[in-house]
Nanobody, 127 residues
């Protein structure tokens, strides 16, 4: 069973930076694409960024492009989400998710394509 654990969330000020980490265990990490999503109460879970199993391709939501960088370390089984110039609208619970490369499509940015999910980490940006 693949397990994902997010960390690194917290309370920050507008303009600050934060780095989220997603630790993956229980599977062959290098065969999974990983995505980050976020969700606020009353709204659907929203795509933030994704990275292919090799790390060679990355994808971003327009709302975070230029401020967020996703990366992965296949030797440490972790995926990082570096977030800069944070805004109040970035406040949400952030989730990482993994999907096997055979079934993953970068064009599909919906949560339903990801098979495994973490429990989430809260990010709050205060103005």
């Amino acid at each position: 069973q693949v397990r994902l654990v997010e960390s690194g969330g917290g309370l920050v000020q507008v303009g600050d930076s934060l780095r989220l980490s997603c630790a993956v265990s229980g599977g062959t990490f290098s065969t999974y694409a990983v995505g980050w999503f976020r969700q606020v109460p009353g709204k659907e879970r929203e795509f933030v960024a994704a990275i292919s199993w090799s790390g060679g391709s990355t994808y971003y939501a327009d709302s975070v492009k230029g401020r967020v960088t996703i990366s992965r370390d296949n030797t440490e089984n972790t995926v990082l989400l570096q977030m800069n110039s944070l805004r109040p609208e970035d406040t949400a619970v952030y989730y990482c998710a993994a999907d096997p490369w055979r079934s993953w499509s970068p064009a599909d940015k919906t949560p339903r394509q990801y098979e495994f999910w973490g429990q989430g980490t809260q990010v709050t940006v205060s103005s």
